[in-house]
């Protein structure tokens, strides 16, 4: 397909809801007439957890962090964070945790020594809307005056999900839009990234899956039109070639996998509710529509075959494996239904009742040879999986997610999962923290067997941030050292870790 016909074929702009419409304002979506603001602000002395949630404005350096432990000195590179940070301009506030503009956080590994800086990614929409010193684009249904138009999905791209670091650079990525390419020394944004002329704009996912050999492959939703392309990239990010498919689905679409020889496209339970106010909003879990699994070819990117799971819904998803026979293994973090997205629009406006269904668990689902399916639910809440780099797409036995308690609001602990046998590996950090996605980082010269858990987590009695590191194969020994910073940081999303010699 040429690149020209492809474009024409998308129609993002009216897919994401973005087609001009009077939307209600924030104060009349909440309760007692209170905006979203208000509540939060009235929640926040009473609930001091919700510091993590709150509207952040501050970019700083931090040359050395108190460190309590010792360091690898082997531990060399940068840890990246992305997040949203600012949630408010002008007396409003977003109604969404999503929707806040993104923010890198790099913490420099050197020497046993730890330092820190941050930055706001320069979006278009951020570099407007600070000019203005307010929201401009009403996406979401906050009643701001005078919107300005919304012209492409690149219009309110914040770029606030994941980090990757590509080349020379890092790419600040998002669900619906152009990656954001920055220095990664100064975390300086250079501009959006246009991977060919005729497919700018286009949807990039926030999940890019590393291959062994480096090359990069990841994949955009046109959520009007149901069609998802599929991207192979470089290792240094060049477009190695493209392919269409058309799914049929248009809610949301968050992560995907890949094997040696194929790219797993996993379908949630999720529809349409075409009214509803905003994007978000119009998410709706289909208790009859089957978790369907598109098995796609990596040498021609055509769909091979189809498969359905019962109804579910997937955020994120650890590594998916062959056998020789042809069979299909791939885990995720399994919700029964929609309930957490009601919890992450609660805690906008300061609420932290717990959802006792709004919780995930790591399973394994296999794709047999002759079609059949099956799946292995593993005890114990998780979220956020990783894996040894070095494994992605063959056979991996660990997995590494954050935990909790259903009653806990957010996840408090780490572990490793073998999703063969079940044994698993875990350390509590405690009830004071509030613990972020680890990463893995593996030892030279030990692919697969040796690393260490890397990751921050968020102390909210004292209001300050620390990141930890942690043996990969020895998690519940707690950690090897913890770096302090001098103050807090937002709860983030994802990040990944750029070695230096």
């Not at 990525?173 to 991977?195: F, I, M, Y």
Request: aromatic letters at 10%; charged letters at 20%.
């Amino acid at each position: 397909m040429k690149r020209r016909e492809f474009v024409t074929q998308l129609s993002l702009l009216g897919a994401l809801g973005l087609a001009p419409k009077m939307l209600l304002a924030a104060d009349q979506l909440v309760a007692g007439n209170l905006s979203t603001l208000q509540r939060f602000n009235q929640a926040l002395p009473k609930q001091p957890k919700l510091v993590g949630y709150a509207n952040y404005t501050q970019e700083r350096v931090v040359d050395r962090l108190t460190i309590e432990g010792q360091f690898p000195k082997q531990l060399r590179g940068q840890l990246f964070r992305n997040g949203p940070a600012l949630f408010e301009r002008g007396g409003l506030r977003y109604g969404h945790l999503f929707e806040g503009d993104g923010m890198i956080h790099a913490f420099d590994f050197k020497d046993g020594q730890v330092s820190y800086q941050n930055k706001f990614v320069r979006t278009d929409k951020f570099v407007a809307e600070q000019a203005a010193d307010r929201f401009l684009y009403d996406f979401s249904g906050l009643g701001i005056e005078q919107p300005s138009p919304i012209t492409s999905a690149d219009s309110i791209n914040p770029a606030n999900t994941n980090v990757l670091p590509i080349g020379d650079d890092i790419w600040a990525l998002w669900e619906a839009g152009s990656a954001h390419k920055l220095d990664p020394n100064t975390l300086q944004t250079k501009g959006k990234v246009t991977l060919d002329p005729g497919l700018k704009g286009m949807p990039f996912s926030a999940h890019p899956k590393v291959d062994i050999d480096g090359t990069i492959w990841n994949f955009g939703l046109d959520y009007g039109s149901g069609k998802i392309i599929l991207y192979r990239l470089k290792p240094n990010g060049q477009l190695d070639r493209f392919g269409l498919i058309d799914s049929q689905y248009h809610a949301m679409l968050h992560d995907f996998l890949v094997t040696e020889k194929h790219i797993l496209v996993i379908l949630p339970s999720l529809t349409i509710k075409p009214d509803a106010p905003s994007f978000m909003q119009r998410q709706t879990f289909a208790n009859d529509q089957p978790m369907r699994v598109l098995v796609v070819d990596k040498n021609d990117l055509t769909v091979r075959s189809t498969h359905e799971f019962p109804p579910c819904f997937l955020f994120h998803f650890g590594n998916a494996w062959e056998d020789r026979d042809g069979t299909i293994h791939f885990d995720g973090c399994r919700y029964r239904n929609l309930d957490i997205m009601q919890v992450i629009e609660q805690v906008m406006v300061g609420q932290t009742v717990p959802n006792q269904h709004a919780f995930s668990q790591t399973v394994k689902f296999t794709i047999r040879p002759n079609g059949h399916t099956d799946q292995q639910v593993f005890a114990g809440i998780s979220e956020f999986p990783r894996i040894y780099p070095s494994q992605t797409g063959i056979m991996n036995q660990k997995v590494f997610t954050i935990g909790g308690q259903p009653e806990g609001g957010w996840m408090q602990s780490v572990r490793s999962l073998n999703v063969h046998t079940g044994q698993e590996d875990a350390y509590d950090y405690g009830d004071d923290y509030l613990v972020e996605e680890h990463i893995v980082v593996e030892r030279d010269g030990q692919p697969g067997k040796s690393g260490w858990l890397l990751g921050t987590a968020l102390h909210w009695p004292s209001k300050k941030t620390c990141v930890n590191v942690f043996e990969a194969e020895n998690i519940s020994a707690g950690p090897l050292a913890k770096a302090w910073l001098p103050f807090h940081i937002p709860l983030g999303f994802h990040g990944n870790f750029r070695s230096l010699a």
